[in-house]
């Protein structure tokens, strides 16, 4: 039952995440669309540390260099999702207030895809890896 509330609560998350981004780009005061870019960045980030739990073998406690480069990269994708809104406020593409709402969108969501990791990642009876 936990894992039901787990996944209920990632869900609104999720969808909160989203409403601050279509926020950012459909109220009338801003009108831009740009933004939207930035879901190509919700779905590549967690495909590096995927990728890297299906190669490695988590038996071993030491750090490997799979598992360093998964962490890179995806670190490297969440701070150019960050990026690229005030990137594009700056060059005074969208509006300040609209990087702003996109930005507090990006918290919530990559907040979501920890948790989801958070909760899910582990080896147990409820693991994302049985989907």
């Known amino acids: 039952m936990a894992g039901i509330k787990a996944l209920i609560g990632l869900s609104f998350g999720g969808a909160i995440g989203l409403m601050f981004l279509m926020l950012g780009c459909a109220l009338p005061v801003y ?14 980030a967690p495909i590096p540390y995927c990728i ?52 507090t969108g990006n918290i919530v969501i990559f907040a979501t895809i920890l948790g989801f990791f958070l909760v899910f990642g582990s080896n147990d009876d409820f693991s994302w890896q049985q989907w």
């Open 31 to 44: 009108d831009k669309y740009w933004p939207l870019f930035l879901l190509f960045f919700y779905i590549l």
């Open 52 to 103: 890297s739990r299906r190669i490695v073998d988590d038996t071993d406690s030491a750090s490997n260099a799979c598992k360093e480069l998964a962490l890179f990269l995806t670190t490297g994708i969440v701070v150019s999702a960050f990026g690229l809104p005030i990137i594009f406020a700056r060059a005074n593409v969208i509006a300040w207030g609209a990087c702003a709402l996109v930005l």
